[in-house]
């Protein structure tokens, strides 16, 4: 019996062991990464700047020089001032018209052997850092034509061509395809980059569970790396030395979970994120290893090791369904993607159909949300929003907006405000792009988040014609009113009867004698007083004199 366990533990140890084996790849030299593209990295730029004497301002970064020589054949190019820089000790033979003028630094290693015109190679003090030597040469000359790191230089020989390139005029350095062909003919030997890779024996199901270990040497100098990617849900796990910066590259950002020892830039967020966890050993196993227990997985898809010669490397993750390598763009900023999502009322609990009208007399809430990127967290910052009219006359209308309070447990990666619609009333169009910009922030850092759009049907509210009065009273209401009647009847009575007091006339109450005082009242039973025929002395005398007047007038006639 004890034989039979012994046995079982030995067959248990060696499957453990077996599948421990099988977790991890021991990485060999390859000539063609299936999983990742390498390319070299150089920093560079190209303008159309050319100064008022017509001479073009040209910079040569020379670097990573195996062979200590080169040579210039700028016999035919047109005016130029030419500036050579360079951390090494070089000689370099120049075969120049007079027209060309070459600039070293007061203590540069770099020795220029001109053919002829030896008073057109000068030596002065400026900056031999990249960015302050483009401000020097811009300050001296007016602008900078171009900025071209070399590895490994040979010669370099420009025509009568014009060495300009359309568009800007500054020039504004940034990272470059080391093998982009220019105005001049440059013959150089760059070194490669030396990479190793493996798989383990154990695939991954699905592509939604791909991880890919990336391994940068500790002997291998710090550099900085662009790692491209698709829109495939992928897992990276970044590992080099200290100083070590990557940055990513790609369209679908919340398609992609990512950890590292060094610090992380993405091209969307220009912060720096720090690192997710601590690693010193660059041993290939271990990496795995701790890759595997970082995401909590059995497995992992690749593992690539890579000692680049340069400052700037570019890793594309190589499509499944394509032979041909993808284009690196590493200039190229993708936005990360928001969405925006109307509600009707402040509980953000009734989404409103993307196809629904909303009155414009109505308050809208909004939340703008994004998908979680790796393992950092990010919050989102309204800076604007408009409202475009679709048509063939497009209108812009700045929509105020008033932020909503949400906390962090309740808006994970989002965040919420409302607006009013009212000024969209006086406007013809019913149609409209509700957009806003927004920042991304992390660690009180914020870098430009691009834009989120969300269509918008407004329409006008409905005018109804005000409703008839109805007073629906009830029994307090009845019984205040019968209330009200009576005491306001008990309060004539009381006037009148306080009319009646004071002037002591009789009044309406008793009809009869007041018809009694009534002249003409045919209704009275007092008796009628006789009427005085005789005249009052006034009216006698009037009468006399009327009658005397009227008895001369025939005897005045018969006279």
Known sequence: M????????????????ASASSQTCEPK????????????????????????????????????????????????AKPMNLILTSSEALHCGANINANINIYVNNDSKIIVHANQYYNNVHKQDFPTQDEELVKW??????????????????????????GTKPGSPNCVLKIEDASEKRFMKIDATPLASSVTSCSPQQQNPSDEDELHIINIPEDASMCNVSLHVDTKKIRVFLRGPQGTTWMIFGSEFSSVQFASNNDVLLSIFKQKIPPHYTLNSDNAEEVQRKALDVYKISTFTSYT????????????????????????????????????????????????????????????????????????????????????????????????????????SSCPNSTRLSFSLDQLQELMSTTWDLECSVQLCHNEKCGDGGRVKRNLEVTQPCLQPPAPSCFDFGLPGVLGIAFGGFLIGVLLIGALWFIKIKTGYPTGLDMSSTAANLPGCPCSGAKRQPVSTNPSPSENSSANASIGSTQSTPTSSMA
């Not at 150089?42 to 020589?69: Q, Y």
């Not at 007016?142 to 025509?159: A, D, E």
């Not at 993307?354 to 703008?368: C, G, H, L, T």
Request: with cysteine; charged share 20%.
């Open 29 to 76: 030299k390859v000539n063609d990464n299936p999983w990742f593209h390498v390319r070299e990295m150089l920093i560079g730029c190209w303008t159309s700047f050319v100064a008022e004497d017509k001479a073009e301002v040209h910079i040569l970064n020379l670097a990573d020089m195996d062979v200590k020589m080169f040579s210039l054949d700028l016999i035919n």
């Open 305 to 408: 090791e890579v000692r680049p010669t340069g400052s700037t490397i570019s890793l594309a993750l190589a499509r499944n369904d394509s032979s041909t390598e993808p284009a690196v763009s590493p200039n190229i900023t993708h936005q990360m993607p928001l969405m925006m999502q109307l509600y009707t009322s402040p509980d953000y609990r009734s989404p409103l159909d993307p196809s629904a009208k909303v009155q414009s007399d109505k308050r809208i809430y909004a939340e703008i949300s994004m998908h979680t990127l790796g393992d950092i967290s990010l919050t989102i910052k309204v800076i604007r929003c408009d409202v475009l009219s679709k048509g063939s006359c497009p209108v812009v209308e700045e929509l105020p907006f008033i932020p909503e309070a949400c906390s962090s």
């Open 2 to 17: 004890e034989g039979h366990m012994a046995r079982f533990a030995l067959l248990l140890c060696i499957t453990v062991a």
């Open 137 to 162: 040469a811009q300050q001296k000359f007016g602008g900078v034509t171009s900025f071209t790191t070399v590895q490994n230089l040979k010669t370099i020989s420009i025509t009568g061509a014009a």
